[in-house]
């Protein structure tokens, strides 16, 4: 598989979605195989959300921080960058950083 087909395969939902991508790209694939790439798929996305996770507790970009904008305190962090993040109000849905502090 090409890292173009792994990534479109990790948006599957299950194993018999990775069999239907698969034959649309004309590689035959086993139930067999088609479980195993499932769960390595699935695998390998909880570690990075485990990662993220750790990552976003760690730097303390915590949900809710105050938007500038609305000043409504449901944002989402969406990108952790590390040394900033990304927030997105999920009231007036702009997006703005902030910084580590
Ligand atoms: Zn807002």
């Known amino acids: 598989m090409n890292e173009e087909l792994i990534a ?6 299950s194993a018999q979605e ?3 991508m698969a034959k649309a790209e004309n590689i035959e694939l086993t139930d067999e195989k088609a479980q195993e790439y499932f769960a ?3 695998a390998a996305s909880e570690i990075s959300d485990d990662e993220l ?8 970009y915590s949900d809710g921080k105050q938007c500038p ?6 944002t989402k962090v969406s990108d952790d960058r590390g040394s900033f993040a990304i ?3 999920e009231n007036c849905q702009i997006t703005f950083q902030v910084q580590d502090d």
């Open 8 to 13: 479109k395969a990790k948006t599957a939902k």
């Open 18 to 20: 990775l069999i239907e």
């Open 40 to 42: 390595r798929l699935n």
């Open 53 to 60: 996770e750790a990552v976003s507790g760690g730097c303390g």
């Open 69 to 74: 904008n609305c000043g409504s305190t449901n």
């Open 87 to 89: 927030y997105k109000c």
